[in-house]
């Protein structure tokens, strides 16, 4: 995907035999890369197949780098021919990578870096059907150890992360992922993610769901690969290893010197030279091999000690969750009290209101208690003035009635005064009717015209006068008063 995206890797016939490795039809790693790195492996004191070496930063000398500077120029200048973009793959890189990053910045290289991340169980029986010679346990070392280191050493530069997994299910997302880390030409992205080809998925093992992100598993890596050379520096392994690697290199230097000194003939007694040859490379040999059993031992140490600090962490970050929740738990508590004594201090504060507010109301009572007896006192007077005055009212009463009674009387006498005058109304009534018919007569009888009716006077004309000289008339004629 990346020598689609622009990437020189070189001639693929310098390239790993695909013959050789069945299970991949290209490996896109350079036989002369391999070899630098497993030269620079075994003056660290291990190789790679063994993973019987783990380095730090400062195992990276400018003597290191020195050393291998002319073979790492004449590699680039042989394989890439000038190229100003290229690309270099080794797995060896998970070990070696501070002394490229040293010497390809040396030659101008602006480095960037592109890390897989894979299924451990996956990678182990992928290996396992590579290197069948190998343990499952080596070949789990090899696994963990590789991702550790590479995600320890690929943080001092700009790096990426893919997923291999991914790589298979979204190429073309990948393939953009890529093209926009590396600068690529966005226009290569579709031609880069086809040559993905699922089938050389041979080993199953994806990620659990719910896995970290593939930064975080770098990190997570990288600070595995700290706490690892943590504590092989504390216990003195690192030394150990340091000058283990020395004496190992001595020991092969002086095994290879005696083998030239037999095979030039350069010693007096050939015969017995060449059995103390083959005797001190049988020794070197055994002393070889028990060092790295002994190596191996240590670092089964290393790694079981890696993994009770990896339970041990999760225990105390199981007992700093518990820890957590007892504070938790107790400032809930607490907060409680808190509020219990504030409601505390709150009843206390209302019990002293009602104790006022009691004593207000008592002498409100005693005030009330003191208006009540004078009311008492005041309702007694008025009960007296009360009963003095129903006496009084019934005297009263008893002259309303006497009272009535007399009107009542006098009532009567104007009702009977009231009928005299209508019955001395009435006899004016008639007796002036009767005047009125005498007149009529006397009126006829003077006039000696009896037919003749003298108009009938108005009402309310019939004055004084008349009626006097009327009445004298009616009592001459009569001999009575009228």
Not at 417 to 435: P, T
């Amino acid at each position: 995907m990346l020598s689609q995206l622009g990437l020189e890797f070189g001639d693929s016939s310098t390239f790993v035999s695909p013959e050789e490795n069945s299970h991949n039809p290209i490996f896109f790693e350079q036989v002369e890369l391999n070899s630098i790195n497993d030269e620079i492996l075994a003056e660290l004191g291990g190789s790679f197949i063994a993973c019987d070496v783990v380095p730090a930063q400062p195992d990276f000398t400018d003597e290191l780098c020195t050393k291998f500077r002319s073979r790492v120029s004449t590699f680039l200048a042989d394989t890439y021919s000038g190229s100003a973009r290229i690309g270099l793959k080794d797995p060896r890189f998970c070990f070696t990578l501070p002394l490229w990053r040293s010497l390809l910045r040396e030659f101008g290289f602006e480095l960037r870096c592109v890390i897989t991340r894979r299924a451990n169980e996956a990678v182990v029986a992928s290996n396992a059907q590579v290197n069948r010679v190998l343990e499952l346990e080596h070949n789990r070392r090899i696994a963990v150890l590789s991702s550790w280191a590479a995600s320890y050493f690929v943080r001092a530069n700009p790096w990426n992360a893919v997923d291999f997994d991914m790589l298979l299910d979204d190429p073309h997302g990948v393939a953009k992922q890529l093209s926009a880390f590396v600068g690529g030409d966005p226009n290569l992205i579709e031609s880069a993610s086809s040559v993905i080809e699922p089938r050389l998925r041979h080993i199953s093992g994806q990620q659990e769901q719910g896995a970290i992100r593939v930064d975080e598993w770098v990190a997570d890596n990288a600070n595995s690969y700290a706490v690892l050379l943590k504590m092989m520096k504390e216990t003195g392994l690192s030394d150990l290893l340091r000058v283990s690697r020395v004496q190992h290199r001595n020991w092969m230097r002086r095994a290879l010197a005696a083998e030239q000194d037999v095979r030039h003939d350069q010693v007096v007694a050939e015969a017995a030279a060449v059995l103390a040859g083959q005797e001190w490379r049988a020794s070197m040999d055994f002393a070889g091999a028990v060092i790295s059993q002994r190596m191996r031992d240590l670092e089964h140490a290393v790694f079981d000690a890696v993994r009770r600090e990896a339970e041990l962490k999760g225990r105390i970050d199981e007992l700093g969750r518990e820890l957590e929740a007892q504070i938790a738990a107790k400032k809930d508590i607490s907060s409680q009290v808190d509020q219990y004594r504030q409601d505390a201090a709150a009843g206390e504060h209302r019990l002293t209101e009602m104790a006022d507010i009691h004593a207000r109301v008592a002498g409100e009572l005693s005030a009330a208690a003191k208006e009540r007896d004078l009311l008492q006192e005041q309702v007694l007077g008025l009960e007296s003035n009360l009963g003095r005055a129903i006496e009084r009212g019934h005297a009263e009463a008893m002259g309303r009635q006497e009272i009535t009674e007399q009107l009542a009387r006098e009532q009567a006498a104007v009702a009977a005064s009231k009928r005299e005058l209508a019955e001395v109304q009435a006899s004016r009534d008639r007796a002036r009717e009767a005047a009125v018919v005498l007149r009529r007569t006397l009126d006829d009888m003077l006039t000696g015209s009896p037919g003749k009716t003298p108009a009938e006077p108005n009402e309310g004309e019939t004055s004084s006068e008349e009626d006097s000289r009327s009445r004298s008339l009616l009592s001459r004629l009569l001999g009575r008063k009228s």
